[in-house]
T-cell receptor, first 118, second 109 residues
Framework: GAVVSQHPSWVICKSGTSVKIECRSLDFQATTMFWYRQFPKQSLMLMATSNEGSKATYEQGVEKDKFLINHASLTLSTLTVTSAHPEDSSFYIC??????????????FGDGTRLSIL | RKEVEQDPGPFNVPEGATVAFNCTYSNSASQSFFWYRQDCRKEPKLLMSVYSSGNEDGRFTAQLNRASQYISLLIRDSKLSDSATYLCVAHNAGNMLTFGGGTRLMVKP
């Protein structure tokens, strides 16, 4: 089945550091990738939709200058949390959709990245 | 109002019990629905799709009522390994997914 790899799985860093998270589709080309954030005991909240070769579409309330998304190829999207602060600590999850509508599984999820900002 | 709403629980049940989760959605244009399972500190994993005709997979049965905009998940003969958070998910245009807040299940010996 479709596999999405996310790296790193866990990051601990100091406040003010910028952190890059990679999301790769390993065995398929993903024209669209999605970035979610999940705070403890809350559900996944969509941050942005990333389309290959174009600018990402951000959800309301998500700062585009804070969360930089690059989707330069059909198999890789990156999320950079710039100048991260403790309130950015969260579980970040990416997903990818295969072109066309897959009614049985519309998105394939990465393993997630746990970000802890000290 | 959230687009997909669930009772957060937790549901504490003994092994072998039958437990049912409910979910309501507000976007009548949602194309399809899913139940996902999420373990602590892990990504969500697809459990099953939900159809109006009902969908059964072993001990799990999912049902969709479009008229009431209501979705259910029934788990029979609960196992300890069923302990997790169950997410009700609506599939919308553009392959977009909207997640409910999740219902936490704790199965105890």
């Amino acid at each position: 089945g479709a596999v999405v790899s996310q790296h790193p799985s866990w990051v601990i860093c100091k406040s003010g550091t910028s952190v890059k998270i990679e999301c790769r589709s390993l065995d398929f080309q993903a024209t669209t990738m999605f970035w979610y954030r999940q705070f403890p005991k809350q559900s996944l909240m969509l941050m942005a939709t990333s389309n290959e070769g174009s600018k990402a579409t951000y959800e309301q309330g998500v700062e585009k200058d804070k969360f930089l998304i690059n989707h330069a190829s059909l198999t890789l999207s990156t999320l950079t949390v710039t100048s991260a602060h403790p309130e950015d600590s969260s579980f970040y999850i990416c997903s990818a959709s295969i072109p066309g509508i897959d009614s049985n599984q519309p998105q394939h999820f990465g393993d997630g990245t746990r970000l802890s900002i000290l | 109002r959230k687009e997909v709403e669930q009772d957060p629980g937790p549901f504490n049940v003994p092994e072998g019990a039958t437990v049912a989760f409910n979910c309501t959605y507000s976007n009548s244009a949602s194309q399809s629905f899913f139940w996902y399972r999420q373990d602590c500190r892990k990504e969500p994993k697809l459990l099953m799709s939900v159809y109006s005709s009902g969908n059964e997979d072993g001990r799990f049965t999912a049902q969709l009522n479009r008229a009431s905009q209501y979705i259910s998940l029934l788990i029979r003969d609960s196992k300890l390994s069923d302990s997790a958070t169950y997410l009700c998910v609506a599939h919308n245009a553009g392959n977009m997914l909207t997640f409910g807040g999740g219902t936490r299940l704790m199965v105890k010996p």
